[in-house]
Structure formats: structure tokens, C-alpha cells
Nanobody, 115 residues
Framework: QVQLVESGGGLGQAGGSLTLSCAAS????????MGWYRQAPGKQREAVAS???????NYADSVKGRFTISRDSAKNTVYLQMSSLKAEDTAVYYC?????????WGQGTQVTVSS
């Protein structure tokens, strides 16, 4: 079993920055992908950014140039640096790890951007 613990959410100002982190623990033998998703009120969960085991990175068009995903493999931790925040970035952010063939989710952390 794998547990994910997120931190770093909260209140940010438009144009400002926040950084999220997600640390995994448990039976971690092969991480095939790490990523961040978000879900705004009344909307479906959407992919924000991902990084594969081989280091390939993808971003949603809405966050390209503003968000940066990175990882610390030694710590089994993934980060999401968010800058130039917009009100529409307000959502609950979830981290996701694919370990082997199983996907695990964090508990979610609220990010609220005030304009």
C-alpha cells in the first residue's frame, strides 16, 4: 500500500505564487508517473501536470508557462510550483502516483486565489 501526503495549499493572491508538495510512503517499488490534478467547484477533475518515470513532463495548456512540476526521487516527492496565479486556479489539488499498475491519490489540498 502507498500513502500520499500533500502540503502547501492555502490562500494566494492573483499574480502570486504557491508551491505544493506530495510525499509518498509505503511499498514503493516502481513509480511510473507522478502528477497533479485539480477540481474546481462544479467541474470535473482535470490533469494539471505530470512527470513520467523517464522524466517526460506534460502540462495542461491553461498552466503552461506558469506552473512547474518537479520531483525528488530520493524522497519520493513531487512538487508543483505555481506562479502568476489566477482566480481560475482556485480548486482542490490532488497528487497522483502510479506505482506499478496502481494509481494512488492524495487527500487533496485547497488552493484559493484571491483577486
Amino acid at each position: 500500500q502507498v500513502q500520499l501526503v500533500e502540503s502547501g495549499g492555502g490562500l494566494g493572491q492573483a499574480g502570486g505564487s504557491l508551491t505544493l508538495s506530495c510525499a509518498a510512503s509505503g511499498r514503493i517499488f516502481s513509480i511510473n508517473a507522478m502528477g497533479w490534478y485539480r477540481q474546481a467547484p462544479g467541474k470535473q477533475r482535470e490533469a494539471v501536470a505530470s512527470i513520467s518515470g523517464g522524466g517526460n513532463i506534460n502540462y495542461a495548456d491553461s498552466v503552461k508557462g506558469r506552473f512547474t512540476i518537479s520531483r525528488d526521487s530520493a524522497k519520493n516527492t513531487v512538487y508543483l510550483q505555481m506562479s502568476s496565479l489566477k482566480a481560475e486556479d482556485t480548486a482542490v489539488y490532488y497528487c497522483n502516483f502510479v506505482v506499478g499498475w496502481t494509481a494512488y491519490w492524495g487527500q487533496g489540498t485547497q488552493v484559493t486565489v484571491s483577486s
